[in-house]
C-alpha cells in the first residue's frame, strides 16, 4: 500500500500550471487520487470504463481521449496530473496505489520511483513493515544515494516490524553546495525476506478474509528435463540472436548435473541440437555450448517446434531416459507469430494444449515489439507456464537468463493447498502446478465464521518426495499491532484477496470458454468498482478546477495492457488487395502489397511538414485523393524532424463530392450541402452515391459506388505527448473499378507491379540485410526489415517482412518524390 504525497506552493503573484508526474509499477493498481485545492478536495472516481470514458468525452468538448497513464519503460506506468494554480496558493496531490509483492529468488522487493525534478524542502520516504514470521533481513538503498547520503537512510529492524526513513535536507539534496539540481533522481528499494521455519507457512486471518503465504524452505533439488525451442528466422538477425547466443551460453553453464536437455531451432524447418535429451554433464554443456555459439539465424514456424519439444519429452519419458520424480518444460523464444500451417489462433493454442495435456510446462518468451504478446501469454498460461516480453535493448541476454533463474528451479510440482469447505469460501487460486525455490505461493479466501479452532488446512505436492503437511490457523488483531496505521493494515488481507481475485479472473478473461470470459469480466468488474481498483475494466475520472468562468475539466485514469502500451485502438479490416499505412515513429511509410505475392515492399517519403502529395489520380472518374504532411510538435534542436499524415483531401468529381479529413473533424461537402462530421460519433453519412462510416475514435470508412473504398484511421497520440501528434492513416479496400490511367504515389501501384528479389546478403548497416532488387528495368539494393501492419490487427498490428526501397522510393515509384507534390488539398496538379 503505497501513498505518494506532493504539496506544491505558488509564491508567484500570477497563476501557474503545477505538473505531479510519478511512476508506478504495472504490476500494481491505483486505488485512490485526491488533490486540494483552496480548501477543496478533487477524489477520482472509479468507474467502469466505457462509463469513465462518455463521462469524459462530455465534460471535454474537443472530445480527445487522452489519458493520464502511459507507459514508461519495461516496468513502470507513469501517472500525470497538472491544474492551474492561482496566485499564492497551494496544491496537495495524493495518489494510492496497491499491489502483491511477488517473492523471487528469496526475497520481496518494493521499489519507489523518486524523481522530483526539483529541490524539495520537507522530502521524507517512510516504510513500515509487519511481517508476523519474523523479518530474516531488510536492505535499503537507492540508486541515487550517494556516500554522503546513505548515512541518511535509516533502519529500523525488530523481530517482527522493520521501518525504513530516508529524509534529505534540502541542503543534502543539492548536486553541489552552490547548485539547484537536486541529487534525488532514480529507484528507492527495499529487499527483504521473513523467516520461515515452518514447512507449511503462515495464515494471517484479519476482519474475516484470510491468507495464506506458503514458501516451504529447504526442499531437496528436482532434476528437470528442459526442451529450448529458439528461433532463427530472418528476423532474429543480428543483434537479437547474437543475445540469445550469450544468453544460451550461460544458462546452459548454470544447469544442475542431474538436468537434461536438448536444443530446436526453427525457422521454416526444424533443426535439432540432439534428438533426444541429453544428461547435463560437463562434456555435453560444452559441446551443447559450442552449438550454441554458432546459431544464426536464417530465414517462423514455432507451433511445429513446439509440438516436436513435445513428441521429444513423451518419446524420452516412455524409453526411461529421463530420471523418475523430474519435471519437464519447454522454453520457447521467438520474436514472430505463427504463420503458415493452421490458420486460428484458437485451433494453434488447442493442439498445443491437448499435446501438452498438463504433463511439461510452457515458457513463452517474446522477443521485441513484432509479435502478438498476447497470443504467447495465452499459451504459457494454458500450459501452466509464464510468458514474458524480452526489450530490444543492450541487455537482452540478462533479460533472458534473469527469466531463467526464476524458473529454473522447480522444486514442487501439483501443489493442492486445501481448507475447510465449511469454514472458508470465495477461495482465490489454490492448485499450482509447480512452486519455485525462493518464490512463493499466496492463496486468500473469505472465512465464513467465527469458529476458528476448526481451521485446518492441508498442503500436498509432489517434489523429490511427495509431501503432505497439515496446521491449524488463528487469527491475529493487527488494529493492536498497528494501532495507528489502522487504515492500511484494518482490511489488508480482503484487498489482498479482491487484488488476486480480480488478477485471476482477468487472466481467466483471456483463455476461459466464451462464457467463463463473460463471467469472469463482469466479477472483475464489480469487485473493482467495489475496492476501488483502477484495472483494465475501470477508469479513473478526476475532475479538475478550470481557471476563470470555465466550466470543471475532467480527466481519464486508465490501466494499461502490454497492448494498449503501443496501439490503443481495435477495428477489423477486409483484407485489401494493396495498402499503405505509416508508423507512429516514422516518417510518412508506405506498404504495397503486390497482388497475390507475399513479398511486401516498403518506401518512407521524407519531405518538409506541410507538403501535399498525390496519393491516387484517375483522370478518367475524376477521382483524386491527397495528404498532407505535419510534422513534431517540437523537435530537440539538431534531431531529425518526423512528419506524419495530418490532412487527407478524396475527391469525386461525377459525384460532385469532396471530403475533408484531419485529425479534428470530418467535412463532406456534395452538390451545394456541406456536412461537418466529427470523430467522437459512431455515425453514417449517406449523400448520392457514397457512403461514409465513421467508428468512433478510430477510423472513417468512404464507400464511392463504382469505384473505390478507402479507409483512414486514426491514430490518437497521448495528449500531453511532448512531440508526437495525432496523425491519420490511410488504407484502400478496393480500387479495382479505377481505371487503367490511375496514377499517384500510391494509384500507380493498384494495376500491380513486377519485381524480382535476388539473394540476401550483409548490409551495409551491420544488423541488416540487403537484396538486389530488379524492377521495371532497374536494379536497386534493398534491404530486408519488420514492418508493423495494421490489416489484419488493427490493435497490436503484425509484423510483417518487407524490402524497404531507399531514399524516398527511388527507382520504384515513376520519377522522383518531387513529381507528386500537389499546391492544394483537392487538386490534381
Ligand atoms: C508581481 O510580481 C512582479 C515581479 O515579480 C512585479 O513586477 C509586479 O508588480 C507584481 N504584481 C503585483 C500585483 O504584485
Ligand atoms: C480517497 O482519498 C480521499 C482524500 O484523501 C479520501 O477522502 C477518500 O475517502 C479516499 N477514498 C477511498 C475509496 O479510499
Ligand atoms: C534455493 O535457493 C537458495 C538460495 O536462494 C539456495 O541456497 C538453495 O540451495 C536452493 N535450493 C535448491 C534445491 O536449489
Ligand atoms: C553425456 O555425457 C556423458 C558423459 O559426460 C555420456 O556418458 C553420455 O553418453 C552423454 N550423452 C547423453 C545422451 O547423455
Ligand atoms: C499426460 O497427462 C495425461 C493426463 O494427465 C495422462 O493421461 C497421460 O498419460 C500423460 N501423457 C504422458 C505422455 O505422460
Ligand atoms: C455464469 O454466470 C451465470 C449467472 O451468474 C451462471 O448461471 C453460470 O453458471 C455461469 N457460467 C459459468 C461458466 O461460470
Ligand atoms: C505465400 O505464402 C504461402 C504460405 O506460406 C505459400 O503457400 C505460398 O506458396 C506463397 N506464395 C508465393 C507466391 O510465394
Redo the contacts with the bound molecule.
Sequence with gaps: HTVMTSKVVNRANTSQEVLFDVELPKTAFITNFSMSIEGKIYVGEVKEKEKAKEQFEKAVSRGQTAGLVRASGRKMEKFSVSVNIAAHSDVTFMLTYEELLQRQLGQYELMTRVKPKQLVQNFEIIADIYEPQGIAFLDAYGTFVTNELLPLVEKTVTDTKAHVAFRPTVEQQRTCPTCDGTLIDGDFFIKYDVKREKDIGNIQIVNGYFVHFFAPADLPYVPKNIVFVIDISWSMYGKKIAQTREALHTILGDLHEDDHFTIILFDDRIKYWKESLVKATEENVTQAKDFASKIVARGSEYVEAVLKAVDLLYKDAAENKLPDNSVSMIILLTDGNPTSGVTSSEEIQSNVRNAIHGNITLFCLGFGFNLKYNFLEVMAQENHGLARRIYEDSDAALQLTGFYSEVASPLLSKVHLNYPHNAVNRLTQHHFNQYFNGSEIVVAGQVSDDDLQNFIFEVSAQGMNDIKFQGQASAEDWNIIFPEKEYIFGDFSERLWAYLTIQQLLAKRESG?V??K??ATAEALALSLHYNFVTPLTSMVVTKPQKDETPEDAMIADKLTEGLTIYGFSITLKKPHQTFYFVMDGDPHFIIQVADLNDTLCFNIDDVPGTIFSLVKDPLSGIVVNGQTIGDKKVDPGSKVHTYFGRFGIAHQKLNLKVEVTTQSIIVSQDRRKTLLSWSDNRTFRGPGVEIEITKERSLTVTMRDSAKFVIILHRVWKKHPYHRDYLGFYTLDSHLLSSKVHGLLGQFYHGLQFKVGELHEGKDADKLDATMTVKGQQLTVTWGWQRDFRRDVKYGEGVSCWFVHSNGTGLIDGTHHDYVVSEIFKTS
Excluded: L
Design positions: 470458454k462464457e467463463e463473460a463471467n
